[in-house]
């Protein structure tokens, strides 16, 4: 039997789902532990099985009629309560986290746990001000309404989990449906927490369920029935088919955020230091950033100064335990996934590609991979075509924008890109020339939560962010009411 909660450092976890407003154990349970430290078992956690998808599902349906008839109002309190409660216990959730996957503490604490918050809030607000379409044509008036939907399931990955987890399940409460959440199963801890805050916070029960387990059993079996009505998800694109056919099978819409390849493009006109830096920068969390820019396109003239410059800012970068401030490169989540790392690196040298730097563990049995560089020998090379998710960048030069351009777009990727260049024009053309969701030009990361995100290709299906979330979780309906006198 799972216990309920665990204690983490002086702070207390819930180990079990939470289904219908309440706390529930399971007698079946999985371990996580701590990258830093891989004897360290942090929590027995509640493993959700078929019947637990069930009890969640059931458990969400009740609740929708009682949650979706919430005003506008109410629904934006509990959002903006549950906000609140992020706030207060940003500390806690940000170690819980950090020794959970290995997250940097300090970045927790002063970026993510504070924008889950703001995910939170920023719908509130968003459901407060969204205003109805409506305009006359033909003796008629055309009234768009978005009706909630249903329950909604969505899933998430392993990496930053607790605002990754936030950015999907703030859209749909606001809408009116109810929420079944799965968090990875590699890292469980800081989702776990959030469950203590969701009665607090005014929800009424079910309209928000956590349940935690593996994707295999419990994630196929939320995912394929057929009283959910959206899911949503984010991860791989190999979970992303199998999900998708999951949806499909009971026509529902399905929305996918997945993985990338971004190009960083460094074009000769540019401050080659800021663009090396945010380059060496790249490395930060380990590369396990779906966003990162791990493609360096940089132009032949200023290859060999932005070299000079980009290891000079990646010597600067130091691995170490992520609760410790001078950390800038945190320990990979899992033994399963170094060895991924490390075997895109071995394939990649028995390939003929150059690696420049790194191309090993950090500390032989450890989990920290040095910061690697590497020149392919072909744009086909693997190591160039595949998301590693890990600390391996790879470099190509080029000699025209047109050039830079077509190795941009040569990936079947297209979720982000970023740009270093001084011209406008050039940030202009380039920037609409390259195909992904977004593009960085001078900048990386910055991201305003009412634009659109979401990737092209096999970054993913579907828009997420301010009203484009809010159509996904919606649906649309036509009311068309004739305005002349009825004969
Ligand atoms: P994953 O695809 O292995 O797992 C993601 C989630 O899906 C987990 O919760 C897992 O339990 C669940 N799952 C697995 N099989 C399932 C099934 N058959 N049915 C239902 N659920 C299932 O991905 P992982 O390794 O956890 O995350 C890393 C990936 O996520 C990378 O490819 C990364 O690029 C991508 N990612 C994309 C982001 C974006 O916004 N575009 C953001 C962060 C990560
Ligand atoms: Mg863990």
Redesign the pocket.
């Known amino acids: 039997m799972a216990h309920e909660y665990v204690e983490i450092e002086g702070i207390s976890v819930p180990t079990g789902h939470f289904i219908g407003g309440e706390h529930v154990s399971s007698v079946e349970t999985f371990e996580t532990r701590s990258p830093m430290q891989w004897d360290w078992k942090l929590a027995d956690i509640a493993r959700g099985t078929k019947e637990t998808a069930n009890q969640a599902v059931t458990a969400a349906v009740d609740a929708f009629p009682v949650w979706s008839r919430y005003t506008v109002q109410d629904r934006a309190t509990c959002l903006q309560h549950l906000a609140d409660l992020i706030d207060e216990n940003k500390d806690d959730i940000a170690t819980v986290e950090c020794l959970d996957m290995a997250m940097l503490l300090e970045s927790l604490k002063l970026r993510l746990i504070p924008r889950a918050a703001l995910n939170f809030r920023n719908y509130a607000n968003i459901i407060i001000d969204a205003e109805e379409r409506a305009w006359s044509s033909k003796g008629t008036l055309n009234r768009i309404i978005r009706m909630p939907a249903g329950p909604a399931v969505i899933?998430?990955?392993?990496?930053?989990p607790f605002m990754?987890s936030t950015w999907k399940v703030a859209p749909a409460l606001a809408s009116g449906n109810t929420v079944i959440l799965?968090?990875?199963?590699?890292s469980p801890l800081s989702t776990a927490k959030l469950t203590e805050f969701i009665n607090e916070a005014g929800f009424p029960s079910g309209a928000f369920n956590i349940v935690q387990?593996?994707?295999?059993d419990?994630?196929?079996a939320?995912?394929s029935d057929p009283r959910v009505k959206r899911v949503s998800?984010?991860?791989?694109?190999?979970?992303?088919r199998?999900?998708g056919h999951?949806a499909a099978e009971n026509i529902v819409p399905f929305t996918a955020?997945?993985?990338?390849k971004g190009p960083l493009i460094v074009f000769e006109d540019c401050d080659l230091d800021a663009a090396a830096k945010k380059a060496a920068g790249q490395f930060d969390d380990s590369g396990q950033?779906?966003?990162a820019g791990t493609r360096l396109l940089v132009q032949t003239g200023v290859m060999g100064d932005f070299l000079k410059l980009f290891h000079a800012y990646t010597d600067q970068h130091v691995m170490g335990d992520s609760r410790d401030a001078a950390t800038t490169m945190a320990a990979l989540i899992h033994p399963l996934h170094i060895e991924k790392v490390a075997a895109f690196v071995e394939r990649a040298r028995a390939n003929g590609d150059k690696i420049i730097r790194g191309g090993k563990v950090h500390k032989e049995g450890r989990l920290w991979y040095e910061p690697t560089l590497i020149q392919p020998k072909s744009n086909n090379s693997e190591i160039v075509q595949n998301?590693i998710?890990g600390p391996v960048l790879t470099i190509q030069d080029f000699e025209t924008e047109e050039e830079a351009i077509a190795l941009a777009n040569s990936t079947k990727y297209g979720?982000s890109g970023i740009i270093y260049t001084s011209s406008a024009e050039r940030a202009e053309r380039v920037g609409r020339a390259v195909r992904s969701g977004i593009v960085w030009i001078n900048c990386f990361l910055i991201r305003d939560l009412s634009a659109p995100?979401?990737?092209i290709g096999e970054?993913?299906i579907g828009r997420e962010g301010g009203d484009y979330a809010l159509d996904f979780h919606a649906d649309l309906k036509t009311l068309q009411i004739y305005e002349g006198s009825v004969t």
Do not use: D, M, Q, Y
């Open positions: 899933i998430t990955p392993w990496n930053a990754l799965k968090p990875a199963e590699w387990g593996f994707g295999s419990l994630g196929a939320l995912v998800f984010t991860g791989s694109p190999e979970t992303a199998k999900i999951a955020e997945l993985g990338g950033v779906c966003l998301e998710f979720l995100f979401g990737g970054s993913g």
